[in-house]
């Protein structure tokens, strides 16, 4: 005789996230290069970039980052502390205050790169 499995609870299906728990899934800085973010200056709020490469990423400071290529990324590991705080300085001038007042800023999503148009040669 079989012995019946407990069921498992029921899925809530109208499960509701705040929008603060939507943003933490958010890659920092929208999604762009974070080494391009943080230290290179031709970038502002209304020319985002560079190009990130979702097969270059990194979690610093508990938030996914993601790279144009390899080189970025490993300069941006040789100061995190520092690129961090520059990046995060040069977010919040941009696009300060828009995730309280519930504002989603800017997200890449259109803009990526890959290995072969994005390489380090």
């Known amino acids: 005789m079989l012995t019946p499995r407990p069921r498992p609870p029921p899925i809530n299906r109208t499960l509701r996230f705040s929008q603060h728990d939507k943003l933490k899934y958010v890659p920092a800085w ?3 290069c974070s080494y391009g973010i943080a230290n290179e200056s031709v ?3 209304t020319t985002l970039g560079p ?14 980052h993601i790279f144009r290529s390899s080189t970025p990324k490993e300069e941006f590991e040789e100061d995190i502390p520092g690129n961090l705080d520059r990046g995060n300085a040069v977010w919040e001038g941009w696009f ?23 390489d380090d040669q």
Do not use: Q
């Open 43 to 45: 970038w502002t709020s």
């Open 30 to 32: 929208g999604g762009f």
């Open 96 to 118: 300060g205050g828009m995730e309280e007042s519930l504002m989603v800023p800017p997200i890449n999503t259109a803009c990526f790169c890959n290995d072969h148009i994005c």
């Open 51 to 64: 190009f990130g490469n979702p097969s270059k990423w990194g979690i610093y400071g508990g938030r996914l």
